[in-house]
């Protein structure tokens, strides 16, 4: 509790990281970390929550989960490990895909021989290296079934690459991640007719492994979601009842809204910008789609 101001002038003032308000009363009411949540793809993640089950694995010493731009400029998990010889980034992300949603699952995995440190003996996040793309050197091997190599070119569209996918490539290491392997779960459903769970990509994230486990599952066909007869309205489906729902709690009314910014820089063209909108919605149903009592 400070009576008067705690700062003396001329002295130096740290950054610590956490996050407070001083309230009237003088006390300082500490809320958390500023450092440790990120916003990827639309979830907000906890990457303690990540580290936390990476050091939960056996043969894991240390673990840290930083966020990183891809080739494409898309933000991304990657995470850094110390770890018993024989512990590879495939087991690691094997053993974690049983344990957090598919987009909590990091990108990359690097193993380091140990984990820089500042001066102080924290970790060093700015130290830490940036992962390498493609598949780390691993020798290609051919597709060998027929089933290999239809995945193979599945995978290859999936991941904009020019180059050909090996059975044993890792799909994670080519810079897959979680929005793309709902792409490459939806692909191979419409070209394939196999209903190949979205976890499943992350238990089974190379070709020859994908194979395998797809043949143990039934065979269906692909089904497209029929489109509704346009009416004026439409009956709300469960989920969208349980949103409603939860929208008439008490306190609960903006559980599922999800706010972000983006600064532009330069001249702009409002005029421009706004159609760019407007198209958008007048293309989607969904964004011009409300609850009417």
């Known amino acids: 509790k400070f009576v008067d101001s705690p700062f003396a002038t001329g002295e130096r003032l740290y950054r610590t990281g956490d996050l407070a308000r001083w309230m009237p009363d003088g006390n300082v009411d500490f809320i958390g970390r500023i450092d440790n949540q990120v916003k990827i793809r639309g979830y907000r993640i906890e990457t303690g929550e990540v580290e ?27 995470a850094y490990y ?29 193993e380091l021989e140990r984990l820089p440190l500042t001066p102080n003996g924290k970790i060093d996040r700015k130290a830490l290296p940036a992962p390498e793309g493609g598949a780390g050197g691993r020798e290609y091997v051919a597709p060998r079934t027929e089933l290999e190599a239809k995945l193979a070119a599945i995978w290859q569209d999936v991941l904009v690459r020019e180059k050909a996918v090996g059975v044993t490539d890792n799909f994670f290491d080519l810079g897959g991640h979680s929005l793309r392997a709902t792409t490459l779960v939806s692909k191979m459903h419409k070209e394939l007719g196999v209903e190949f769970p979205l976890r499943d990509v992350f238990r089974y994230s190379t070709v020859e492994e994908m194979a395998a486990a797809m043949e143990r599952l039934e065979i269906g066909s692909f089904t497209a979601i029929p489109v509704a007869e346009s009416s004026e309205y439409y009956p709300l489906s469960s989920a969208q ?19 972000g910014a983006m600064l532009l820089e330069g001249e702009l063209d409002r005029q421009r910008f706004e159609e760019a909108f407007r198209g958008l919605v007048a293309r989607h149903e969904t964004l011009r789609t409300g609850f009417e009592m």
Request: proline fraction near 4%; charge should be negative; hydrophobic fraction near 45%.
């Open 52 to 78: 936390a089950k990476l050091l939960s694995v056996g043969g894991v010493k240390e673990a840290v989960v930083v966020v990183r731009e891809d080739q494409e400029g898309q933000k991304a998990l990657c």
């Open 82 to 110: 110390t770890a018993e010889e024989g512990l590879t980034a495939a087991d690691l992300k094997r053993a974690i895909a049983s344990e957090l949603p598919g987009y909590m699952i990091p990108s990359y995995f690097v």
């Open 241 to 259: 009842k349980r949103l409603y729902i939860l929208n008439q709690l008490e306190g609960a009314e903006l559980s599922y809204n999800i706010p």
